[in-house]
């Protein structure tokens, strides 16, 4: 970067690079001819490089392929101050993170602006910056800067320090974004590595907590997200990044022959103006996704963005850290059911997919139904009420995953499904790695496809 007193930094440009205001770019032919034009996305890649929606194979795109200088010139959106990048072009990038990241955004600046059939992207075409200038003018005064933001991921880091179960630290995490951030619509999913989706496992802020619904990877700003490993952000409504019509669809198709009941109703937003997706990972692994949304235009910044990603962090170690520790404190006690009166429950097993149906209301399948199964089987055979999350391991008819099984979230899944569908049976923590089957009335266990 320049040393010149109206040099700026990226960071002082970042509202510039939100998509409010297109930007202009010129760029020069081999003749010298001078050629300018509107660009509609400038995205910010990290201090040094900034990314170009490529979208239209114009005269900007034949001359910075044969003279990589050009020069771009945003605006504040605010302030009205202009700000001149000098950026020599790099290479351009048709998939990977970067890639969906200005997709998914530039489908939001096409909708706001009219332009959703219009506006494609073919490419990302990565810039070195190499000089930020601020432009000569008379710019409004700059708003106070945002502040708390530090204060809130402080906050939200003590919260997760203190919880010693996975339920607190969801609920830790999604009451912090709704507190500090003032984050009304949040949730949190997490990855079953089998199916390859992501399933619900806590929510605020919906009229139905949707906990066990499922998004498929790829599918909507969450599965793009997971997918890619990277957040996406999109600023305006778009119809682009709405899946609620697709869960229900994928879902029959993955069991054709199951009643369409199976379908737990996805809690978002029906017209959501912003959202913000970002991965939770592990030491590289993909856990889950941390996702907010709200019924306003542009309501989630690059600070926000920031912060997300710091609790995401935060919250993939702490998932680790509390599956590692569950399982060694395992230790693995049984102990006899107590005698139970009342009207029998009738709970069927639907074979090919676990789907459990508890008197022909469905609650959950998969891994979390096999689960299920297990325990009530064991209850019934054995009067078992004691288990432990080491021998759910070790079963080999629950079919875990042997890498990323997240049994811990399964079990939090599970609660809470039957905490809204059948109070008259309970999973209870009774410890680490250990957890109680509570059944209050009689169980008719029907295995439906033996």
């Known amino acids: 970067m320049s040393p010149a007193d109206d040099s700026a930094s990226m960071a002082e440009i970042r509202p510039c690079l939100e998509g409010a205001i297109p930007a202009m770019m010129g760029t020069c032919a081999p003749d010298g001819t001078p050629n300018i034009a509107l660009i509609s996305q400038v995205f910010h890649v990290d201090e040094r490089h900034v990314a170009l ?7 900007t795109r034949q001359n910075i392929l044969v003279n990589p200088h050009a020069t771009v010139l945003v605006m504040h959106p605010v302030t009205a101050q202009f700000y001149r990048l000098s950026i020599r072009y790099l290479r351009t990038e048709t998939q990977g993170p970067l890639f969906e990241s200005m997709k998914a955004q530039l489908a939001g600046i096409a909708s706001h602006s009219g332009m959703a059939s219009v506006f ?3 490419g990302s075409d990565v810039y070195e910056v190499r000089e930020i200038e601020r432009v000569e003018g008379q710019p409004l005064p700059a708003p106070l800067p945002r502040s708390g933001m530090l204060g809130a991921v402080r906050r ?3 919260r997760l320090s ?3 179960t996975l339920d607190e630290l969801l609920n830790a995490a999604l009451g ?26 806590a929510s605020c802020g919906y009229a139905v907590s949707g906990v066990g619904s499922e998004i498929e ?17 999109i600023l305006h409504m778009t119809s682009a990044y709405l899946y609620s019509h697709a869960i229900r669809s994928s879902l029959r198709a993955d069991a054709p022959g199951m009643p369409l009941d199976t379908d737990i109703p996805y809690p978002g937003l029906a017209e959501p103006h912003s959202q913000l997706a970002v991965p939770i990972l592990s030491a590289g692994r993909l856990l889950g996704v941390l996702f907010v949304e709200s019924p306003n235009d542009q309501q989630f910044t690059y600070e926000d963005e920031d912060v997300l990603v710091a609790v995401a962090g935060q919250l993939g170690s702490a998932i680790d850290l509390m599956q590692a520790a569950t399982e060694a404190a395992d230790t ?40 299920f199964w297990k ?9 078992r009420t004691e288990f432990s999350n080491r021998e759910l391991r070790l079963d080999p008819s629950i079919r875990l995953p042997d890498v990323t099984d997240n049994l811990e979230a399964r079990l939090l899944l599970l609660q809470r499904r039957l905490q809204e569908n059948s109070p008259h049976i309970r999973i209870e923590k009774t410890g680490r790695g250990r957890f109680r089957l509570a059944v209050g009335r009689p169980v008719v266990l029907e295995d439906v496809a033996g």
Do not use: W
């Not at 006899?336 to 029998?344: F, K, L, R, S």
């Not at 325990?375 to 009067?383: F, N, S, W």
């Open 53 to 59: 929606s490529f979208q239209f194979f114009n005269k």
């Open 120 to 122: 494609a992207l073919l």
């Open 156 to 158: 939200c880091s003590e």
């Open 162 to 164: 203190r919880c010693t």
């Open 176 to 201: 912090t974004l709704s507190d500090t951030l003032g984050v009304r619509h949040a949730m949190v999913l997490m990855l079953d590595a089998g199916s390859g989706r992501l399933y619900t496992v």
């Open 217 to 233: 990877m790829g599918d909507g700003v969450i599965g793009v997200a997971a997918r890619e490993r990277t957040p996406v952000r």
């Open 332 to 371: 693995g006690v049984a102990t006899a059911a107590a005698p139970v009166a009342g009207a029998p429950l009738l709970v069927r097993r639907f074979g090919p997919n676990d789907s459990v149906f508890i008197n022909d209301t469905y609650l959950i399948k998969g891994v979390a139904g096999a689960i």
């Open 375 to 383: 325990l009530l089987r064991d209850h019934a055979q054995q009067g």
